[in-house]
């Protein structure tokens, strides 16, 4: 019987089947941050248990670091929360990548960056968008703060029941101007923010195979925002070389390396008929996207114009977001543009938009910052002058961490004030109270922070 990626991943880390329904897996690599973990880990010391395998557990801090260069004030609840991490990875022997150390970034950055995300591999952190790590073939999904106490006492998860798959083909060679972001957004509002609810979407076709890494990831990292439990793309040539590549220092090296590569050769879905369901989508003739409401679903073309609201939600959604239905996109005025977040901060990311910015201003009246996802991507940047074409320009120039995706550091969004955003979600309040929020790729948001309104990158490329 032929067995999809998600299939052969998922039977290899079944430890038990629970009478009644559900199974218990094993996890190969927990990751752990400051704001879900506090409370699992007073759990352990109140039960006096230890992590069961430190070795396999990581930490870094994100969420609440100060992306300004500032000092943490430990009075804070951001401050506290960074301290608790600091005390319990010591108690426990848990390695952690703190403040503004080499190793420290964005969660679902550094573990690719590391050579900690391996095909194969079950993945698991406190965080939504751990689905990022599905680029490389592993099984990766978020989880909560009593299953993060789980898995740090025991290594495994138990899980109410296996997911369906869904198989989603991209194909097409995308237009100058377009990138993952876009296609991500366009599966998203095709299919809608439920639409791959209790399932394990994979992405393949085409247009998938021709995306480097970092496309890849920023595809699977949006999987949760159509409801799947986790997204996933098969691991070739292009996942091999990355993983060879650069000092990434948990990965295997060598001969061990080649040894390995013969074993993920075969995750791979033996047929498209093994899926559960199938949709498509043709990317060929695709533009850029943005979002017009408060879900990812709530999206149109670059050249397009607010829709009419379709139902209630619609109708709330354009009321927060203050549009009117004909309100074409490059019509609309912003006064923030952020580049950043676990979806595009990575050095390729940071490239796009640092060329189209180089030589020219940002918008008068637009505060535009620009925040590395890992210190590693940071150094990079500089390395290749990249913080130089940025600050001319007129964005700011940050430290990593999670900054302004989900304003809880600092970096916000005032209130009706409107953001052109990198990130993943355009919730309300999201990015501070009452902000308003579009989300666009690197491109579209260096555009829009040159023009001071929503633009298409292609006028520039």
């Not at 299939?7 to 704001?35: F, M, N, S």
């Not at 409370?39 to 395998?53: H, P, S, Y």
């Amino acid at each position: 019987m032929p067995r999809t990626l998600f299939d052969k991943v998922w039977d290899a880390h079944v430890v038990a089947e629970i009478p009644g329904g559900g199974a218990l897996i094993y996890i190969d690599r927990h990751l752990v941050h400051e704001v879900t973990s506090p409370q699992a880990f007073d759990g352990l010391r109140e039960a006096g248990r230890r992590v069961r395998r430190p070795d396999l557990t990581f930490a870094t801090v994100d969420h609440n670091v100060p992306t300004d260069g500032r000092p943490i004030d430990e009075s804070s609840l951001s401050g506290q929360q960074l301290k608790a991490l600091e005390t319990n990875c010591r108690e426990f022997g848990v390695p952690l990548f703190g403040y503004q150390q080499s190793g420290q970034g964005i969660v679902h950055v550094i573990g690719p960056q590391l050579g900690l995300t391996l095909p194969g591999l079950t993945l698991v952190c406190g965080d939504s968008h751990t689905s990022t790590h599905g680029a490389f073939g592993a099984l990766a999904f978020g989880i909560g703060t009593t299953e993060v106490e789980h898995v740090l006492a025991t290594q495994t998860l138990r899980t109410p029941g296996k997911p369906k798959s869904l198989g989603i083909e991209v194909s097409g060679h995308l237009q100058r101007g377009v990138t993952a972001k876009d296609v991500i957004l366009a599966v998203i509002r095709k299919l809608g923010a439920s639409g791959g609810t209790g399932f394990v979407a994979e992405y393949y076709g085409e247009t998938i195979a021709s995306l480097p890494m970092h496309a890849r990831m920023t595809i699977c990292n949006m999987s949760i925002e159509m409801g799947a439990r986790a997204g996933m793309i098969a691991p070739d040539d292009v996942t091999f070389a990355y993983i060879a590549e650069g000092d990434r220092p948990y990965a295997p090296q060598g001969e061990e390396l080649e040894r390995w590569i013969s074993e993920w050769r075969l995750l791979r879905t033996d047929s498209p008929d093994a899926f559960d369901r199938r949709e498509s989508l043709e990317a060929g003739s695709l533009q850029p996207q943005v979002s017009w409401g408060t879900t990812p679903a709530m999206t149109a073309d670059v050249t397009g114009s607010v829709p009419e609201p379709a139902d209630k939600s619609e109708e709330r959604a354009l009321m927060y977001m203050d549009l009117r239905p004909g309100t074409p996109m490059q019509d609309i005025p912003v006064n923030v543009v952020f580049i950043g977040s676990c979806t595009n901060s990575r050095i390729e990311d940071l490239r796009d938009a640092a060329r189209l910015a180089e030589g020219k201003r940002v918008a008068s009246g637009v505060r535009a910052l620009v925040v590395p996802g890992s210190q590693q991507v940071r150094e990079q940047a500089e390395r290749e002058g990249l913080d130089r074409v940025f600050r001319e320009a007129g964005f700011e120039w940050h430290y990593s961490g999670c900054s302004m995706c989900l304003g809880m550091n600092g970096d916000v969004v005032r209130p009706f004030e409107r953001c052109a955003s990198t990130s993943n979600r355009p919730y309300e309040g999201r990015q501070g109270p009452s902000s308003r929020t579009h989300l666009v790729s690197p491109l579209t948001a260096a555009a829009t922070a040159l023009r001071g309104k929503i633009a298409d990158p292609r006028d520039l490329c």
